[in-house]
Each structure stands twice: as C-alpha cells, then as structure tokens.
Antibody, heavy 120, light 107 residues
C-alpha cells in the first residue's frame, strides 16, 4: 500500500536550516507529482512547494521562495525539502503528499507529518 | 491568489443528522474543487475531487456539488467517525489554496 513517511523535523533557531525527507513506498514514485504542505498549530493548510515527476516543474509559495528548495531522488524513492533562513512563522507540521492525475492540484495520499519548531 | 472561504466555521450536530458545509471561491474555479477531512493529530484525507467525484473508498453518505464560485459538501447521515474538520481546496490555479476549515462537533 502507499506509504509516505516524513522525517527531519525538530527545533531550530531563527536563521537556521533543516532538511526534511519523505520516504515513499507502495507506488511508482517517479510517475507522480509530489508536494510539501504545512499546517501551523491550530491553523489551516498551506501549500509550500510541489515538483513534477521529472523535476522540471517546481512551484514555491511566495512565503518560502528563495529560502526553501524542493528536490527528489528517484533511486531512493524520496522527496526532500531544504529549508534555510528559517523564521518563527515557518513553525508548523510539514506534510509530504502525493498528487493524483496529471497535475499537482489534488492530493490523494499524505504522510503523518513532521513538526518543525523555529524558536530561540 | 484565489481566496477560499467556508461557512460555518464550526457546527454542532447529532448522529444521523444531515450536514451541509459551503465553500466559496473569490473567482470562478469551474469545477476544480476538492474536499478533505482531517481528524485531530492526523493528516487530511481526500473525500471528493472535481467538486462532485467521490474518492475511492469514501462512503456514499458524502456528496459534493457546485461549480463556478459556490460549492457544497453534504453528509447525508452523520456517523460518529465523521466528527472532524473539513477543508475545501481549489485545484484551478496555483497556489492551490485551502479554505479555513469547518469543524463538526458532537451536539
């Protein structure tokens, strides 16, 4: 069955960096758009970034553009999010998710999330 | 960016009640609208895509309707496992924005 398992979250000081990973299994990873979304405590959902199957189409939310980098490794069936210059406003649970269809826009499987806390 | 709003923000209902949640987009999104259910401490779960298509495995008591700017999620007979928060999300153009959510509590 489809599984997405995030890791790499934790406590980091403002200005610091973290690299999130998402291990995918149970489906042909290379065939799917993949995304990172986040949810701040008690708040709604924000789409952070997505990447197409070949890595040639990438989107970033304005709130993270220039600071975050999404990437994927087909050989490792893994998705990554490099987060630099972290701010308090980046504190959230970060979810990895798979898209259905030929675009990123609809998410059919999500991981359980990994918590990122940015605080001094 | 397309703004999504939902009403109500929360509601209290009883088992076997009919529940309706509305979602409005700030511009026409045709039928590019998804609904997700989220339970506390869990990831969201896709219920309906393209405004009215039930995702595989989702019970038929869930239904969606609407097009353009106004959409509805209906639960025909609320079950104990349906107490959760429901989000709409537009899939028309990036950023694919979400509504703020509607929390469904037990009355």
């Amino acid at each position: 069955q489809v599984q997405l398992v995030e890791s790499g979250g934790g406590l980091v000081k403002p200005g610091g960096s973290l690299r999130l990973s998402c291990a995918a299994s149970g489906f042909p990873f290379s065939d799917y758009y993949m995304s990172w979304l986040r949810q701040a405590p008690g708040k709604g959902l924000e789409w952070v970034s997505y990447i197409n199957s070949g890595g040639s189409t990438i989107y970033y939310a304005d709130s993270v553009k220039g600071r975050f980098t999404i990437s994927r490794d087909a050989a490792k069936n893994s998705l990554f999010l490099q987060m630099n210059s972290l701010k308090a406003g980046d504190t959230a649970v970060y979810y990895c998710a798979r898209s259905i269809g030929i675009s990123a826009a609809t998410l059919d499987y999500w991981g359980l999330g990994t918590l990122v806390t940015v605080s001094s | 960016d397309i703004q999504m709003t939902q009403s109500p923000s929360s509601l209290s209902a009883s088992v076997r009640d009919r529940v309706t949640i509305t979602c409005r987009a700030s511009q026409s999104i045709r039928s590019f609208l998804n609904w997700y259910q989220q339970k506390p401490g869990k990831a969201p779960n896709l219920l309906i895509f393209s405004a009215s298509t039930l995702q595989t495995g989702v019970p038929s008591r869930f239904s969606g309707s609407g097009s353009g700017t106004d959409f509805t999620l209906t639960i025909s007979s609320l079950q104990p496992e349906d107490f959760a928060t429901y989000f709409c999300q537009q899939s028309y153009s990036p950023p694919f924005t979400f509504g703020p959510g509607t929390r469904v509590d037990i009355k």
